[in-house]
């Protein structure tokens, strides 16, 4: 027997890479670094489960309605934290 996997994923990932992007000319410090906008979503990243699905709908149908929005805000509170994070860092390295 074998199992068809490339089919799931990590929801959370594309949804941190949208708002990595999203938010970028925020931070024009770091928007113009592939590199640094990688960093921060790693730093969001490691702050939030993973939620994986293999469609888009599993995420929407196996959560209520304050779970998405509980899971939304979480999702933001992390990105914002990573922007600030990876920019406190960058002007430490940057003094150095």
């Known amino acids: ?3 068809e996997f490339t089919s799931v994923r990590n929801h959370t990932e594309r ?3 949208d708002a ?3 938010n970028a000319p925020r931070y024009p410090g770091l ?3 592939a590199e640094l906008l990688a960093d921060v979503a790693c730093v969001a990243l490691n702050r939030l489960p993973p939620r994986y699905i293999r469609h888009e709908v599993d995420y929407v149908f196996y959560l209520s309605e304050r779970e998405r929005a509980d899971a939304e805000r979480h999702l ?3 990105v914002d934290y990573a922007f600030g994070f990876v920019q406190a ?3 430490m390295r940057a003094r150095a």
């Open 1 to 3: 027997m074998t199992a």
């Open 76 to 78: 933001h509170d992390a």
């Open 15 to 17: 949804a941190v890479f």
């Open 89 to 91: 860092r960058t002007a």
């Open 20 to 22: 990595v992007i999203t």
């Open 31 to 33: 928007a113009g670094s």
